[in-house]
């Protein structure tokens, strides 16, 4: 079956340490997004590409980047992690076309910023 | 800007009893609508979309939604909830550049 994993799923890091979550999908979809989530903010939009070469910036952009070499991989790295970046990392994809919005979802990357 | 306000943070419903999430939302055009539900430590799952046509759709899990265009609304429903539907909510509608915009979410408690 199809899927979209995240690694790692716990990670501790100390502040301004580079850190990269990876994220891979076997969807062959061509949109992949990452999201935060934080306590009282729902999902907030960090990156996201619509297919290799392509990366565009979401609302909560600084501080992240993300590249998009293949299809099957986005991965997003925090150059100085700061505190202010402990949160729950979402990978999702999506087809696209009259697909759009239906996003198949990572089980997320929880990082804590000591 | 299109966005997307779910105004209840927390619900608790009796198990069995029925259960209404508010959602509104702000777009120019017709919306793509969706709900999406979050099991603890899981990531987000589709529950139903709405895109056009009819305004009352059926998603899985016995959950509905009616899209209310004059009310900018797309409320979820269901009849009965049992004690495995305690979960996150989140609303969401498809913004002008075709990326998904949450709401904050609604925690549903069932009470046994």
């Known amino acids: 079956d199809a899927e979209i994993t995240q690694s790692p799923r716990h990670k501790i890091t100390e502040t301004g340490r580079q850190v990269t979550l990876a994220c891979h999908q076997t969807w062959n979809h061509n949109n992949m997004f990452w999201y935060r989530q934080d306590l009282g903010h729902g999902l907030r939009l960090i990156h996201y590409?619509?297919?290799?070469?392509?990366?565009n910036k979401g609302e909560v952009s600084d501080g992240y980047s993300v590249s998009r070499s293949n299809t099957e991989d986005l991965p997003l790295t925090l150059e100085s992690a700061a505190s202010s970046q402990t949160s729950v990392y979402f990978c999702a994809s999506s087809q696209g076309g009259d697909r759009t919005g239906e996003l198949f979802f990572g089980e997320g990357s929880r990082l804590t910023v000591l | 800007a299109q966005s997307v306000t779910q105004p209840d943070i927390h619900i608790t419903v009796s198990e069995g009893a029925s259960l209404e999430l508010r959602c509104n939302y702000s777009?120019?055009?017709?919306?793509?609508l969706f709900w999406y539900v979050q099991s603890p430590g899981q990531g987000l799952q589709l529950l139903l979309k709405y895109f056009s046509g009819d305004t009352l759709v059926q998603g899985i899990k016995g959950f509905e939604a009616e899209f209310k265009r004059s009310q900018s609304s797309f409320n979820l429903r269901k009849p009965s909830v049992h004690w495995s539907d305690a979960a996150e909510y989140f609303c969401?509608?498809?913004?002008?550049?075709?990326?998904?915009?949450f709401g904050s979410g609604t925690r549903l408690l069932v009470r046994p």
């Open positions: 969401a509608v498809v913004d002008s550049s075709y990326k998904l915009i």
């Open positions: 777009y120019g055009a017709t919306p793509y």
């Open positions: 590409s619509y297919g290799v070469q392509d990366t």
